[in-house]
């Protein structure tokens, strides 16, 4: 539901500043400078989408806009199509080329993604360049005077269309902000592997972030033809997305208004250093290192830091959805139990190089049974779990899930046939609330699509609502419903792993994965995670315990197999590990090592 | 077509190769010790190329010898490089929090952007003419004919690339270097201070970029703004062939320049737009590099 | 010789260590025993300033050395030989043995003498001189590790884990290299998980539980003790 303080903040205030202006400020340079604001405002807002939200790098942004710019000259001139209708289809046409550098770049990371984004701008700047029969080249091409209805758009006209469109796509983009989209943008920017093991495909979903971002430069690119009505290929050069990356670094990268300060910092700087033309570069330059190292979240973010302003900190999505905070009982919301193998692991090995990090293990997990796997350091506990989340593929065996052959599935598959873990090194998303974790958990569930989110419609919020009580309810399992609005950063080591079981709750699993849920906690903390381990247990959830804290292992496990140096030495019930003479021995060493150590000496 | 015109094109990409090869050595020497590089490595070229011009022209015009002037510009130059790449390392990586973020990126072009301004406030905005010390001398071997320069450069490029070699291999400090890029907890613990590395590092990958440019400048007609192509090109080059292997940098530097030259003679327009078409599917399919290392990551 | 007062030491959120005191004596080898998790790693990194300590004070010679960076520690005669080797794999042995010698690198002669001493401890080593230290075998490439954090002739080693994946002859090798040190005036600390192997040829040790001291005392008396088992494998 939007509440009418949306209607004035988003909608109103806007709309009347942008319609006053030409009063205040009625010359023609003023008007082309503020049309130049809304045009990169309008880029600014899709790019932050990209580096803020989902932390992926793009340098190449000038090869959407000036996809954008010159197939909706194309289309308007040769074509003969409406100038807002090929705008339109300029932005899906950038869209598509964004899948396309998504799918270049999936696999590439840091300075490689980097190249790749350079690489595909300056490919589109060079065709731009050299295909003069089509772009004009340098020399450029005419476009025509923008005309709606048949009336002709002048230049203050042309501001508050485009004006229109920057507030349009702002309610837009704020919408995603606030809902499982920007959710799930913020998720995977933080976390790939996290997101991967609760359903969601990273991939398609960057090729998402990718697509919208690049819709709104094509936008962008399609407005800025008709500003001039010319445009030439020397507009669009790497420098025009350096400028871009500034405007939304200097801005605050990720928050809701920084791109309204960024660009105006990119539009509005020249302007005031028109008179030192020969100096402009240097100036940037100063202020952009000099902004970099004090400001390193960027204005905004600097000045959410202060208290005062902390209420309006832009980075935090609102989830005060109306949560009952009754005294119901909170129950947890878990598949119906299955008796029988659940999971079993045939022959499995992963090797790396010569390295046998496990070598031909099996293991069989009944359903509602805690099975745990122990082993000292390096005895190939992680790979094990690596393996049966999807992270990593047996390199030989098989993994069989109630008698499905999961073994080639990726960690999102695996996720959707109601597997997940927790890590071992927290993978928590950072930048969200603890309730904002865990309702990404729900992703499976979700049903809304992006059409309606973009709306937020009632349907959306009602969704929003539906699993922010679910999500509150599985912290209040946990014992965490205090922290619910805290940033899951900030909380200690112990309740950050609880966040990470609530979060794993959420997938409604059939069988839950803890990766050392115990590991950097207290001894408090200890006891808190076995309690709910234990609850768990009670309730018949199917659990893969690794752990190295014995008391918890020996306590809560039912059945517990040992690895040591990648194979499986013996498994069993918790007494029979206890006593049985090869852990011992793979726990505290040998009787071999010990006599040739010390002689005769041995065990006392 | 014929063959010379094909014999003729690749000796000249290895030339440029060449060039892009030691000056991706600097992102190469950078990276692997600190995992930022310096975005505006190519207006150090520049400024590597127009001030070995002016201090050639100085000596040349008061009567100084030609090799002089060029041996009296190389060394001004690795000095001066040398300071800004300890001044870069100083101003726009150090005082960042965190290097994993894009920051360094900005911060690199923030620089870069200071350099050019000065560049065209001292060079003005024209490119230069910038004469080789082998003056436009052509070495004439029959079906084919080479300047003196290029000859000059590929062999400089050899003795570059042989003296970075020595120098990480065999001297103690390219051990610690090397040693910092390996494991730089372990290192601490041998006493090497990394941050100290960093410094060298930078200063190191500031002294190619100005030699770099030295050895361009009779390439190219050198000006204050033909940092950001020769940038792009050696970065490019180093995503080629793997920013971790230095090897593999200067493979992918000459294959870079070679493939360049062959598309000119098809057409000038498809050399451009071929490098960047290379990097892109090479990228897709080999996401490290032709000779980069994969890693597999742990969780 | 070294002593560890209170020390707390935190990753982040997480408390890794709490208020662990500790004593070494010049000569003595001492034990740092405990399971997996328990924080030994982390006292090791604190004490070698790998680390930063929330708390406590660390005295080495009577000289507080909390604070200081990790490549300064090797300056006062204290040398780390950390978990899992972490030997330089793409260099010589050679060149790791110089690297070790990083902190003394202007006395050539000096050099090329404990170069050859550690030839002499580890022939191994010397067959394998110019080989990559990657390519050697864990047994090997323990012995370069140790051998490398004795190059700058520290008086203090301490040594974290040098079992780990080896096999029973190369741990043998290894504890015995550290009876020579003992013998030959030198001070060593180890960090093991094989209990009772260290026990077996350490003076005094410790036992380290989910970041606290759980028991401390003489290696003999120790081995006696039926409680250590627990602690390991723990109690139902």
Redesign the interface.
């Known amino acids: 539901m939007i509440k009418a303080k949306w209607w004035i903040y988003q909608i109103g205030i806007p709309l009347v500043l942008l319609y006053a202006f030409p009063w205040f400020f009625n010359n023609a340079h003023t008007i082309h400078v503020a049309q130049t604001f809304l045009i990169t405002y309008i880029v600014i807002v899709g790019l932050n989408l990209l580096?803020g939200l989902s932390n992926q790098?793009s340098?190449g942004h000038v090869g959407f806009y000036a996809i954008g710019a010159y197939s909706s000259a194309i289309l308007t001139m040769t074509v003969g199509l409406n100038f807002f209708v090929s705008i339109l289809i300029s932005g899906l046409i950038a869209a598509v080329f964004g899948a396309i550098v998504a799918?270049?770049?999936?696999?590439?990371?840091?300075?490689?993604l980097?190249?790749?984004t350079?690489?595909?701008g300056?490919?589109i700047s060079?065709?731009a360049?050299?295909w003069v029969n089509v772009t004009g080249g340098p020399a450029g091409i005419k476009t025509s005077v923008p005309s709606l209805f048949g009336f002709e758009l002048g230049q203050i006209q042309y501001m508050w269309f485009i004006g229109l469109l920057a507030i349009i796509f702002t309610a837009g983009a704020t919408n995603i902000f606030r809902g499982r989209f920007g959710r799930t943008f913020t998720a995977f920017g933080n976390s790939e592997?996290a997101s991967e093991v609760l359903g969601i495909n990273v991939r398609n979903w960057k090729i998402l972030a990718f697509s919208v971002s690049a819709f709104l430069a094509g936008v962008g690119g399609g407005l800025f033809a008709f500003q001039n009505q010319f445009i030439s290929s020397t507009t669009f050069e790497?420098?025009l997305s350096?400028m871009f990356?500034?405007a939304v670094?200097i801005g605050g990268s990720g928050t809701k208004i920084g791109p309204i300060i960024g660009t105006a910092v990119i539009i509005g700087l020249p302007q005031f250093l028109h008179n030192f033309v020969?100096?402009?570069?240097?100036i940037?330059?100063?202020i952009?290192?000099i902004a970099?190292?004090l400001l390193?979240d960027g204005i905004v973010g600097a000045f959410t830091k202060l208290s005062y302003f902390k209420k309006f900190s832009s980075k935090k999505v609102n989830t005060d959805l109306g949560i009952l905070h009754d005294d119901r009982k909170a129950t947890i919301d878990l598949p119906d139990g299955i008796n029988g193998k659940l999971l079993e692991l045939k022959n499995i090995s992963m090797h790396?190089g010569g390295l046998k990090a496990i070598d031909d293990v099996e293991i069989e997990v009944l359903g509602g049974t805690v099975h745990g796997i122990i082993g000292p350091n390096g005895s190939g506990k992680?790979t094990t779990v690596?393996v049966l989340s999807g992270?990593?593929m047996p390199t030989g065996g098989n993994l069989l899930w109630k008698g499905k052959d999961i073994t080639k599935y990726a960690p999102h598959g695996i996720a959707q046939e109601g597997i997940t873990r927790t890590?071992?090194?927290l993978?928590l998303f950072e930048d969200m609330s603890v309730l904002q974790n865990v309702m990404v958990g729900f992703h499976r569930h979700f049903k809304t699509g992006f059409l309606k989110n973009l709306l937020y419609l009632g349907q959306v919020s009602k969704e929003e609502r539906y699993y922010a009580q679910k999500a509150y309810d599985l912290l209040r399992i946990v014992g965490l419903e205090e922290r619910a609005h805290e940033k899951a950063s900030d909380l200690p080591y112990g309740e950050q792993r609880l966040v990470e079981i609530a979060r794993g709750l959420a997938l409604k699993p059939d069988l839950l994965i803890l990766d050392e849920p115990a590991a950097g906690a207290s001894p408090k903390e200890i006891e808190k995670i076995m309690d709910v381990i234990q609850r768990l247990k009670n309730a018949g959830l199917s659990i893969i315990l690794v752990e190295h804290h014995m008391d918890i292992v020996m306590n809560v496990c039912d059945y517990i197999t040992v690895l040591d140096f990648g194979k499986k030495i013996c498994e069993g019930t918790p007494e029979t590990i206890q006593n049985d003479p090869r852990v011992i021995e793979a726990y505290l060493g040998g009787e071999e090592v010990n006599q040739l150590v010390a002689g005769t000496r041995s065990i006392g | 077509m014929e063959l010379t015109d094909i014999l003729k094109a690749i000796i000249n990409g290895l030339v440029y190769g060449s060039v892009y090869a030691i000056i991706a050595q600097g992102?190469y020497i950078t990276?692997i010790t600190t995992?930022t590089?310096n975005f505006g490595q190519g207006d150090f070229v520049m400024l590597g190329s127009l001030i070995g011009l002016s201090t050639f022209m100085t000596i040349t015009a008061t009567g100084g010898g030609v090799w002089i002037a060029f041996i009296a510009s190389l060394l001004l130059v690795i000095v001066i490089l040398g300071i800004c790449g300890w001044g870069l390392e100083q101003?726009?990586i150090r005082?960042?929090?965190?290097w994993h973020?894009?920051?360094w990126?900005?911060?690199t072009?923030?620089?870069?952007?200071?350099v050019?301004?000065?560049a065209?406030?001292i060079w003005g905005r024209d490119v230069l003419m910038a004469p080789s010390p082998f003056g436009r001398a052509i070495l004439d071997l029959g079906i084919l004919k080479i300047r003196y320069h290029d000859i000059f450069v590929l062999v400089s490029a050899a003795v570059i690339m042989l003296l970075l070699y020595v120098f990480l291999k065999k001297s103690?400090f390219g051990?610690?270097l090397?040693?910092v890029a390996?494991?730089r907890?372990?290192?601490?613990?041998?006493?090497?201070?990394?941050r100290l590395m960093a410094s060298i590092a930078f200063i190191i990958a500031g002294i190619l970029a100005g030699v770099g440019g030295v050895l361009v400048g009779p390439m190219v007609h050198p000006g204050a703004f033909i940092g950001?192509f020769l940038g792009?090109k050696a970065?490019?080059v180093?995503?080629i062939g793997g920013?971790e292997n230095p090897r593999g940098i200067f493979i992918g530097g000459l294959l870079l320049g070679v493939l360049e030259n062959l598309f000119t003679l098809y057409s000038t327009?498809m050399k451009?737009?071929a490098a960047?078409?290379l990097?892109?599917v090479i990228?897709?399919v080999l996401?490290?590099?032709l000779f980069g290392k994969r890693v597999?990551?742990?969780? | 010789m070294l002593q560890v007062q209170d020390l707390s030491v935190s990753y982040g959120q997480a408390s890794a260590l709490h208020r662990v005191s500790l004593e070494v004596n010049e000569g003595e080898i001492v034990a740092v025993i405990g399971p997996n998790g328990a924080g030994k790693t982390t006292l090791l990194k604190a004490i070698?300033g790998?680390l930063k300590a929330k708390e406590g004070t660390i005295l080495y010679k009577g000289n507080e050395i909390l604070g200081t960076?990790?490549?300064?520690?090797?300056?006062y005669g204290l040398?780390?030989v950390?978990q899992g080797r972490?030997?330089?794999?793409?260099?010589s042995v050679e060149?790791n043995l110089?690297?070790?010698a990083?902190?003394i690198?202007k006395e050539k002669q000096k050099i090329q003498e404990l170069i050859e001493r550690e030839y002499e401890r580890f022939p191994r080593l010397k067959e394998r001189r110019s080989q990559h230290a990657g390519t050697l075998s864990g047994g090997e490439q323990q012995m370069l590790a140790v051998s490398?954090?004795l190059m700058?002739d520290p008086d203090l080693v301490i040594l974290d884990e040098p079992s780990m994946g080896l096999s029973p002859i190369f741990v043998k090798q290894i504890f015995d290299t550290l009876i020579e040190l003992k013998k030959s005036g030198k001070t060593v600390m180890v960090v093991e998980q094989l209990a009772m192997a260290a026990l077996a040829i350490s003076d005094r040790a410790y036992v380290l539980q989910v970041g606290e001291v759980k028991l401390h005392g003489e290696s003999r008396e120790l081995l006696r003790d039926n409680s250590l088992v627990k602690t390991y494998l723990g109690s139902k």
């Open positions: 580096v790098l340098l799918l270049l770049s999936l696999r590439a990371k840091g300075p490689y980097a190249m790749v350079i690489a595909f300056e490919l060079i065709i360049n050299r592997v790497l420098n350096i990356l500034i670094i020969d100096y402009h570069l240097m940037f330059g100063g952009l290192l970099l190292i390193p790396f992680s690596n992270v990593y890590f071992q090194n993978q | 992102y990276f995992k590089l101003v726009a005082p960042l929090k965190s973020s894009i920051g990126i900005l911060s072009v923030a620089v870069s952007m200071i050019r301004n000065v065209m406030l103690l051990k610690a090397e040693a390996f494991n907890e372990a290192a601490s613990l041998m006493g090497i201070n990394p950001l792009l970065f490019a180093a995503i920013i327009s451009e737009a960047f078409f990097i892109l990228l897709a996401p490290q590099g597999k990551e742990k969780f | 070698t790998l960076p990790a490549h300064k520690i090797l300056g040398s780390h950390p972490q030997v330089f794999g793409d260099q060149d110089i690297l070790g990083f902190t690198k490398r954090a700058s």
